[in-house]
């Protein structure tokens, strides 16, 4: 049983160097004997013909074959766990808004537009210019109020808003009616416009956009 395996185990030697050894050149060392030379060159002689003797009948041994698979099959699980991490670190753009719109709720406007009677009321962007109806300003903390086809007064003022911001009814003392204005008020400031305007453009107006729900 022992010789069985001592045998095995020379053949699976033979096949590596054969696979892996068959290229290297053997020379004699540069310092020998001239006695020597002969017996050196009828060595290597011996074994060049030794090794075409010899030489596998198969291209690739099982060895070989082994170590092939399992260098693929490293390669395949990094390349697998690298394009894995890539798309966890760079999610895409539905990712990064589903994201957006599970934190803060709903929509926001941006930019920001107040407009007159006759301009729809909803979410704002470059394309398409809606009236915000969703206005807090971040000075007084009090929402914005709007009323359609209405102007305020020349004599309306921070007192008057002060004193009688929330109550509607209160407020339209120093509303004057105007077809297609709408007037904008919080407890601070004021506003009457009929086109879309942008709220970066009236930097005295500290409004933001709250949020649309859908």
Same mark, same amino acid.
Request: contains cysteine; negative net charge.
């Given at each position: 049983?022992?010789?069985?395996?001592?045998?095995?185990?020379?053949?699976? $030697?033979?096949?590596?160097?054969?696979?892996?050894?068959?290229?290297?050149?053997?020379?004699?060392?540069?310092?020998?004997?001239?006695?020597?030379?002969? /017996?050196?060159?009828?060595?290597?002689?011996?074994?060049?013909?030794? @090794?075409?003797?010899? &030489?596998? %009948?198969?291209?690739?041994?099982?060895?070989?074959?082994?170590?092939?698979?399992?260098?693929?099959?490293?390669?395949?699980?990094?390349?697998?766990?690298?394009?894995?991490?890539?798309?966890?670190?760079?999610? #895409?753009?539905?990712?990064?808004?589903?994201? $957006?719109?599970?934190? @803060? *709720? *709903?929509?926001?406007?941006?930019?920001?537009?107040?407009?007159?009677?006759?301009?729809?009321?909803?979410? *704002?962007?470059?394309?398409?210019?809606?009236?915000?109806?969703?206005?807090?300003? #971040?000075?007084? %903390?009090?929402?914005?109020?709007?009323?359609?086809?209405?102007?305020?007064?020349?004599?309306?003022?921070?007192?008057?808003?002060?004193?009688?911001?929330? %109550?509607?009814? /209160?407020?339209?003392?120093?509303?004057?009616?105007?077809? *297609?204005?709408? &007037?904008?008020?919080?407890?601070?400031?004021?506003?009457? #416009?009929?086109?879309? #305007?942008?709220?970066? %453009?009236?930097?005295?107006?500290?409004?933001?956009?709250?949020?649309?729900?859908?």
């Amino acid at each position: 049983m022992a010789d069985d395996e001592e045998e095995d185990l020379d053949e699976l $030697l033979d096949e590596v160097e054969k696979r892996f050894c068959r290229n290297v050149s053997v020379t004699c060392s540069a310092r020998v004997d001239p006695s020597e030379v002969g /017996k050196c060159g009828k060595d290597s002689e011996e074994q060049r013909k030794h @090794s075409r003797a010899t &030489a596998p %009948d198969q291209p690739v041994s099982r060895v070989a074959d082994d170590i092939d698979a399992l260098l693929e099959e490293l390669l395949e699980e990094d390349s697998s766990d690298s394009s894995q991490l890539k798309t966890q670190q760079f999610p #895409t753009a539905t990712q990064v808004e589903k994201k $957006l719109s599970s934190q @803060s *709720g *709903g929509r926001k406007c941006c930019p920001v537009f107040v407009g007159g009677s006759s301009v729809t009321s909803g979410v *704002g962007t470059p394309t398409s210019k809606r009236s915000c109806d969703q206005l807090r300003c #971040t000075s007084c %903390d009090f929402r914005v109020l709007t009323f359609d086809d209405c102007e305020w007064d020349s004599s309306c003022d921070y007192l008057f808003l002060r004193n009688n911001m929330p %109550d509607c009814e /209160k407020l339209r003392a120093r509303l004057k009616k105007r077809r *297609g204005v709408r &007037a904008f008020a919080c407890q601070c400031s004021w506003f009457s #416009t009929t086109e879309p #305007t942008d709220l970066r %453009d009236r930097a005295e107006l500290r409004w933001v956009c709250g949020n649309h729900r859908d």
